[in-house]
């Protein structure tokens, strides 16, 4: 490719035809391509691109294609739509697949939906400003800027089509999903470990665009559930610590000091001190939270994602206690939206947090439901349908993690606990706190003390009306054990 296959006057012809709402379309699509000039006139980055020898006549052509202007492909480009068709069936595309559909939902709203989205957005980003002119893409472009959306990142968008009834959005959103997992399928054997205990609804689910993930191998338990276990995995990330340290490459590198972030968040107000002397024992830099608005949640995550340590820290721990239901937590709003538990870990995953990749992510939840009937709110949540890990005939595109090296740990009982006992702590954490502080059960693995946690709540369940009994749930990628302790 050379500089002088487009010449300026096509560009200044182009740019003079394109009225102001296609000229938004365009660079939106080209924003991936120059990321450094986000805020230029289309002018100014289609110039840029062909200097930068990323622009070429058919990439020109084909964002005349994406924009729909077939009349310019004809006169100003001398082609065809169907020309154009069959070279992005050949060749290589410019814009990401992730940005055509963007611009195709936005193409497909109305005014008043895109006010609609705003509106219920406002609990997930308050800082966003929209105008009321203002586009579906604007708004995209503000949630990619808090990490709200991104490639691999679209439920948020997709529960919201949900609330404004817009189906045929979501079919689109699920369409792009499917065609993304059988392309990163193609390229990149998938890789999936999750273990579950007696909690079938809970699904931590996410679209599989990451290429760390390796093969399957699903073997029948006695029971003839499914599990997916995995094979060797070999990839090519990127772990914490010098070379002379890969000798144990069987174990997760656990030397720093602190060993990593702890964030605990506790909207109920019962744990918080028994889990920070727990992990200040264990060496970690606790923060903790209480009593947290959905404002402030999102607020917290974002900032606590973005701290530099991460990239000292050789792990990151997060524990949420809260209200809530299988899928999201309430936070202390007296009206509100649930903050999707999907949201949350996406904050801390490699895309999003990159001085955390490679690196073992574990979530402790504790969550007390609160029954359908007495939900004062509509939460904005994942389609929990058809997406059991124990059911056989679930599309592999549903049961496969986003990134490795997450640990995810939920347990949930009903809200009646604490309306029987409002000051009592949760069983679940008080154990896993008592295992931890145990000098000789912190010298087993995690995935060994979680077995000891499931021991010891379910004996429990055994001595408590069914109605107060603990439900937990294990899923995780880990890549190598993982031992909380310096090795």
Same mark, same amino acid.
């Given at each position: 490719? +050379?500089?002088?296959?487009?010449?300026?006057?096509?560009?200044?012809?182009?740019?003079?035809?394109?009225?102001?709402?296609?000229?938004?379309?365009?660079?939106?699509?080209?924003?991936?391509?120059? &990321?450094?000039?986000?805020? #230029?006139?289309?002018?100014?980055?289609?110039?840029?691109?062909?200097?930068? $020898?990323?622009?070429?006549?058919?990439?020109?052509?084909?964002?005349?294609?994406?924009?729909?202007?077939?009349?310019?492909?004809?006169?100003?480009?001398?082609?065809?739509?169907?020309?154009?068709?069959?070279?992005?069936?050949?060749?290589?595309?410019?814009?990401?697949? !992730?940005?055509?559909?963007?611009?195709?939902?936005?193409?497909?709203?109305?005014?008043?939906?895109?006010?609609?989205?705003?509106?219920?957005?406002?609990?997930? =980003?308050?800082?966003?400003?929209? @105008?009321?002119?203002?586009?579906?893409?604007?708004?995209?472009?503000?949630?990619?800027?808090?990490?709200?959306? #991104?490639?691999?990142?679209?439920?948020?968008?997709?529960?919201?089509?949900?609330?404004?009834?817009?189906?045929?959005?979501?079919?689109?959103?699920?369409?792009?999903? %499917?065609? @993304?997992? +059988?392309?990163?399928?193609?390229? *990149?054997?998938?890789?999936?470990?999750?273990?579950?205990?007696?909690?079938?609804?809970?699904?931590?689910?996410?679209?599989? !665009?990451?290429? /760390?993930?390796?093969?399957?191998?699903?073997?029948?338990? %006695?029971? /003839?559930?499914?599990?997916?276990?995995?094979? &060797?995995?070999?990839?090519?990330?990127?772990?914490? /610590?010098?070379?002379? *340290?890969?000798?144990?490459?069987?174990?997760?590198?656990?030397?720093?000091?602190?060993?990593?972030?702890?964030?605990?968040?506790?909207?109920?107000?019962?744990?918080? $001190?028994?889990?920070?002397?727990?992990?200040?024992?264990?060496?970690?830099?606790?923060?903790?939270?209480?009593?947290?608005?959905?404002?402030?949640?999102?607020? +917290?995550?974002?900032?606590?994602?973005?701290?530099?340590?991460?990239?000292?820290?050789?792990?990151?721990?997060?524990?949420?206690?809260?209200?809530?239901?299988?899928?999201?937590?309430?936070?202390? $709003?007296? #009206?509100?939206?649930?903050?999707?538990?999907?949201?949350?870990?996406?904050?801390?995953?490699?895309?999003?947090?990159?001085?955390?990749?490679?690196? &073992?992510?574990?979530?402790?939840?504790?969550? !007390?439901?609160?029954?359908?009937?007495?939900?004062?709110? +509509?939460?904005?949540?994942?389609? /929990?349908?058809?997406?059991?890990?124990?059911? @056989?005939?679930? &599309?592999?595109?549903?049961?496969?993690?986003?990134? =490795?090296?997450?640990?995810?740990?939920?347990?949930?009982?009903?809200?009646?606990?604490?309306?029987?006992?409002?000051?009592?702590?949760?069983?679940?954490?008080?154990?896993? =706190?008592?295992?931890?502080?145990?000098?000789?059960?912190?010298?087993?693995?995690?995935?060994?003390?979680?077995?000891?946690?499931?021991?010891?709540?379910?004996?429990?369940?055994?001595?408590?009306?069914?109605?107060?009994? !603990?439900?937990?749930?294990?899923?995780?990628?880990?890549?190598?054990?993982?031992?909380?302790?310096?090795?």
């Amino acid at each position: 490719m +050379t500089k002088c296959q487009v010449p300026a006057v096509l560009i200044h012809q182009i740019e003079q035809e394109l009225d102001t709402e296609e000229d938004e379309m365009m660079v939106f699509l080209c924003r991936d391509l120059a &990321p450094d000039l986000a805020t #230029a006139d289309l002018r100014h980055l289609l110039v840029a691109l062909i200097e930068r $020898d990323k622009l070429s006549l058919l990439g020109l052509s084909e964002l005349l294609y994406r924009v729909k202007r077939f009349d310019l492909l004809r006169r100003i480009l001398k082609t065809e739509k169907t020309a154009v068709e069959a070279n992005l069936s050949r060749n290589p595309k410019l814009v990401p697949d !992730y940005r055509v559909l963007m611009v195709e939902i936005n193409e497909n709203l109305e005014k008043e939906e895109v006010s609609s989205l705003v509106f219920l957005l406002r609990d997930y =980003a308050p800082r966003i400003k929209m @105008a009321k002119d203002k586009s579906f893409l604007r708004l995209v472009i503000e949630l990619e800027k808090l990490n709200l959306v #991104a490639p691999n990142q679209l439920d948020l968008i997709e529960n919201c089509f949900r609330n404004i009834h817009r189906i045929d959005l979501i079919k689109k959103i699920e369409k792009y999903k %499917q065609e @993304a997992f +059988t392309s990163s399928t193609r390229s *990149h054997p998938v890789y999936v470990n999750a273990l579950q205990a007696s909690l079938p609804n809970l699904s931590l689910i996410d679209p599989p !665009y990451n290429s /760390g993930f390796q093969n399957v191998n699903k073997e029948k338990s %006695q029971n /003839g559930e499914v599990f997916f276990q995995e094979e &060797p995995v070999h990839v090519s990330i990127q772990e914490s /610590g010098a070379a002379s *340290h890969k000798v144990l490459n069987d174990r997760y590198r656990m030397q720093s000091r602190p060993l990593g972030v702890c964030l605990i968040i506790d909207c109920i107000g019962n744990d918080t $001190d028994v889990l920070e002397e727990t992990f200040r024992g264990l060496d970690y830099d606790v923060h903790c939270h209480k009593y947290l608005s959905m404002t402030t949640m999102n607020e +917290t995550l974002l900032d606590v994602a973005r701290l530099q340590k991460h990239r000292s820290c050789d792990s990151f721990v997060c524990i949420l206690v809260s209200r809530g239901n299988a899928q999201s937590i309430f936070c202390t $709003d007296p #009206a509100f939206t649930g903050f999707p538990l999907e949201q949350i870990k996406k904050y801390f995953m490699a895309d999003s947090c990159p001085e955390l990749r490679g690196k &073992p992510k574990l979530f402790f939840i504790q969550s !007390y439901i609160v029954p359908e009937d007495e939900q004062e709110c +509509t939460s904005l949540e994942v389609d /929990g349908n058809k997406k059991m890990i124990s059911n @056989a005939k679930i &599309p592999l595109k549903d049961t496969i993690p986003q990134v =490795a090296d997450v640990f995810w740990s939920q347990c949930k009982v009903d809200v009646s606990v604490l309306e029987k006992s409002p000051r009592s702590s949760s069983y679940y954490l008080c154990c896993l =706190a008592e295992l931890l502080r145990d000098p000789h059960k912190r010298k087993l693995s995690i995935l060994d003390i979680h077995t000891e946690l499931n021991r010891k709540v379910y004996e429990w369940n055994k001595t408590t009306d069914s109605s107060q009994q !603990y439900s937990l749930l294990l899923q995780h990628t880990l890549r190598k054990k993982l031992f909380l302790s310096p090795s």
